[in-house]
């Protein structure tokens, strides 16, 4: 038997406050060799309180603390990184700090004895390409190159993205367009955006404000109901699932 045992408890929002006050009169007293993790999304405010020194909330580091844990993490792993390097890496897993080691650790394979991690390395060693490529198709259908986006779909769809995500990452990528030109139209600056769009890091946010600048408010509105629109032709339609995506690319240029 092992001295100690770790207890897991998954979706613990899911508790209502009767079953979490059985938690708070364990956690005052709990026993000696074991740890009872609680994964949740959100816990009641005064859970925590209650018990007292029986509790360690373990919370996603906030987005703005990213680079720093990811300069952190590379030097944990014997290398330093350069900032577009974190900036892509920190775009392609959010706050994910098990995403995050991933990354990292794939990247420092790859460069071998090298000792800076540059962002060419991130996106060689594979999630960081998508983002590179998203935002490569959004600004060559903002430019109406119709062609350059038939390319940037291309490298997408041969590294085995499924067509649904690459929507998703369209989507979100044009919802963070509109927010940005909304934002231009009522004077806010890069703070503003920060603000906004916290988890972008501000080598990203320079990309979406000039990409912005391509679009009008109103075909960034059209382009998402466009979005949602093939969403739904994806999901139901017999019609081939790239000529879908073409056709959606042909009609947001237009729109641009």
Known sequence: ?????????????GYGQAELKAFVQYLNAPSPTTSLI??????????????KEGAFPCSHPHPKEMAG???QMAQELGKEISPQ????????????????????????????????????DVEAVGSAV???????????????????????????WESGEPPLKILGMMARQFRHLLMTKEAMAKGGGTEAL????????AYFLRELTAQARGFSRRSLQQA?????ETDLKLKGSPLAKRLLLEGLIIKLARAA
């Open 38 to 51: 609680l994964i949740a999304d959100a816990v009641p405010a005064g859970f925590v309180k209650e018990v």
């Open 130 to 156: 998508r983002v590179s490529n998203i935002f490569a198709l959004t600004k060559a259908i903002g430019e109406r190159n119709t062609k350059q986006a038939f390319r940037s779909l291309a490298l997408l």
């Open 224 to 228: 998402i109901v466009a979005l949602q």
């Open 1 to 13: 038997m092992a001295a100690r045992r770790i207890v897991l408890l998954k979706n613990a929002e």
């Open 85 to 120: 390097a974190a900036a892509s890496v920190q775009e392609t897993v959010g706050t994910d700090l098990q995403g995050l080691y991933h990354e990292l650790a794939k990247a420092v394979l790859y460069i071998g004895e090298r000792r800076r991690i540059e962002v060419q």
């Open 194 to 201: 920060k603000e906004q769009l916290p988890t972008i890091n």
């Open 69 to 71: 844990w990811i300069r």
